[in-house]
């Protein structure tokens, strides 16, 4: 397949080569038509300092010297010395001095040591003055002139050089940002892939190149296939979820119907026998505490199937009241803090509701939150995985305070969006590997599915960061709409 992005650059880089092209023809026939000027004006430079020469000879030595003097200041000749000595061997005319440039003169230097020997080379004549006398006029090459110009000529052409690559070097970086800017888009597409989410993936623009629309494409299809790939797990473990929860009813239905049962009959023979041994005071308090414990576990068992089945016979109910879950919650807080446990972890419930721009509102008197209604399975998520929570809390985290915290964002209303942040803290010892942790046992592993399952993420933070005691903080949010009662449930994935 024919590439378009090295075609594309080496096109632009190519217009720019021509520009730089014709920039250097265009300023190469400027400086040709300067040296054109300045042979032209050396020759007649040369023709005058002739013509004065041979128009100096009537003249006395002040006079001819003057005129020499004034035309060599006019009209300096271009690469010749010009000396006249009288016939004494006085100098009587001296060539200028050559004018310093501190910027050249090490190259000068640097030319005058490898490429250019001592040259001498000169024309002299005798010119006869009036009475006799003669001068020695000197016409001498200038090499230190000749050496400067083509120095001059050769920093500017190596200026113009310069410059023009730095042109080049950076319209190619122009033209290279320009043709790979997509790429950033692309980079920022792999990056939600990685983090799962295949929405802003699918929303990429057309490229312009066609190898970066092909990378787009093939990440477009990406995202399509992860996102069909997600949306099948989550079936998958609803599924998954729905049979555990199945089990529980399964088990809750068993304890109650057989356990109930022979309880209760325990219970009643019990009460029987205690009437029977009224008058024997060492049988009496035995029987009595027979009974009482089969009072306790009776209790206990009503405990065990509120956990089991939080929802008693409802508990595969298309939608639930925000009410109902607010209920379950405070009695699951309670029965964590209920005299008679081993644990010293104090727990409590924190239920925040919030209008769509963040302000802080009361909560719903119960009226209201019975008429709010939210899908069975995210109610049921959200109290399986504070359960799960405190369980853990209880367990592992040695903490002293925990808190159950619950957020709505919206309008209290049916058909409102809403949204739902969940979190669970403690000030114990916090987790050192959260990762590893949430791969191994089903305690924050489940927290994590059952989060994952209703379209949420669970993030793990420490409480106080840097404390003895980090603690733990996890947090979940869960985005859905407030149901009308009897409406369908939707799926959230």
Not at 178 to 207: T, Y
Not at 320 to 348: D, H, K, M, N, Y
Not at 413 to 426: E, F, M, N, T
């Amino acid at each position: 397949m024919q590439l378009d992005l090295p075609r594309l650059v080496m096109r632009r880089a190519g217009s720019v080569a021509a520009a730089v092209l014709l920039l250097a023809l265009g300023l190469g026939l400027a400086r040709m038509g300067v040296d054109i000027d300045d042979e032209v004006d050396a020759a007649v430079t040369l023709a005058r300092l002739v013509a004065k020469l041979t128009a100096a000879a009537p003249l006395d030595d002040e006079a001819a010297l003057g005129e020499l003097r004034k035309l060599l200041a006019d009209h300096p000749p271009r690469h010749l010395l010009l000396s006249v000595q009288g016939g004494d061997g006085r100098l009587l005319l001296a060539p200028p001095p050559p004018v310093p440039t501190a910027a050249l003169d090490g190259l000068l230097a640097l030319h005058r040591r490898l490429f250019s020997a001592p040259d001498a080379r000169h024309v002299s004549w005798d010119l006869l003055r009036p009475g006799g006398a003669r001068w020695t006029v000197t016409l001498a090459a200038s090499h230190e002139s000749e050496r400067r110009e083509a120095m001059v000529n050769l920093v500017g052409t190596l200026a113009l050089l310069l410059a023009c690559i730095a042109g080049l070097l950076l319209a190619m970086r122009w033209n290279l940002r320009r043709a790979l800017a997509p790429l950033d888009r692309l980079l920022a597409a792999i990056g939600d892939i990685e983090g799962r989410d295949a929405q802003a993936v699918q929303a990429l623009p057309v490229m312009p190149v066609r190898e970066l629309e092909a990378l787009a494409s093939a990440l477009r299809h990406l995202g399509r296939a992860l996102d069909a790939a997600q949306a099948h797990r989550r079936l998958l473990s609803q599924q998954v979820l729905t049979l555990q929860e199945d089990e529980r009813a399964r088990l809750a239905r068993e304890l109650h119907d057989e356990f109930g049962q022979r309880l209760t009959a325990l219970r009643v023979d019990a009460v029987w026998l205690s009437h029977q041994v009224a008058e024997q005071p060492l049988l009496k308090p035995v029987v009595e505490g027979m009974a009482r414990q089969c009072a306790l576990v009776q209790q206990d068992i009503r405990s065990l199937l509120s956990r089991l089945q939080p929802f008693g016979h409802d508990d595969d109910a298309e939608s639930e009241s925000l009410l109902r879950l607010v209920i379950l919650l405070r009695a699951l807080v309670a029965s964590w803090t209920q005299p008679g446990r081993e644990q010293t972890t104090f727990c409590r419930l924190d239920l925040r509701w919030l209008d769509s721009d963040g302000q802080p509102m009361a909560w719903p008197n119960d009226d209201v939150a019975e008429d709010l209604r939210l899908a069975g399975t995210l109610v049921l998520t959200i109290y399986r995985i504070s359960q799960e929570a405190l369980t853990n809390v209880a367990r592992h985290a040695q903490a002293s305070v925990a808190t159950l915290a619950l957020s709505c964002w919206g309008d209290a209303r049916p058909g409102a969006p809403l949204r739902i942040d969940w979190s669970a803290s403690d000030d114990g010892v916090g987790l050192t590997d959260a990762k590893a942790v949430s791969q191994r046992g089903n305690g924050i592993a489940g927290i994590q599915e059952r989060v994952w399952a209703q379209g949420g993420e669970l993030r793990f933070e420490p409480l106080q960061p840097g404390g003895a005691s980090p603690g733990l903080r996890l947090s979940a949010r869960f985005c859905s709409v407030w149901r009308a009662p009897g409406a369908p449930q939707e799926s959230l994935t």
